[in-house]
Nanobody
Framework: QLQASGGGLVQAGGSLRLSCAASGRTFSMYGMGWFRQAPGKDREFVAGISWSDNTYYVDAVKGRFTISRDNAKNTVFLQMNSLRPEDTAVYYC????????????????????WGQGTLVTVSS
């Protein structure tokens, strides 16, 4: 089970940190991903982190967003800086239950469980 939090309303140029808490004792074995869905658009991959802390970002967020994880707390984070109105979306975390896999995938079909989403609104 995944529980996402940290969304809210922020002005352009501001920052937010999203959190996603996972249940279970094997969190550290798996890769995690953050996706987002803007109004009227399909859900898209934003960032991913492997069990060994390799990371991958889509070009639109490179240099502004940072994904990280704290295995002791079973939590993955998405630090979002220099936010833009086009970052407005519902953000979802997801877990890919392939133990000890280095590959970070961007296809949502490759992820097994999803959080409920948290809304990020960036005003101009």
């Amino acid at each position: 089970q995944l529980q996402a939090s940290g969304g809210g309303l922020v002005q352009a140029g501001g920052s937010l940190r999203l959190s996603c808490a996972a249940s279970g004792r094997t969190f550290s074995m798996y890769g995690m991903g953050w996706f987002r869905q803007a109004p009227g658009k399909d859900r898209e991959f934003v960032a991913g982190i492997s069990w060994s802390d390799n990371t991958y970002y889509v070009d639109a967020v490179k240099g502004r967003f940072t994904i990280s994880r704290d295995n002791a707390k079973n939590t993955v984070f998405l630090q979002m800086n220099s936010l833009r109105p086009e970052d407005t979306a519902v953000y979802y975390c997801a877990i890919r239950k392939r133990a000890y896999t280095e590959v970070i995938v961007s296809s949502e079909g490759q992820y097994d469980y999803w959080g409920q989403g948290t809304l990020v609104t960036v005003s101009s």
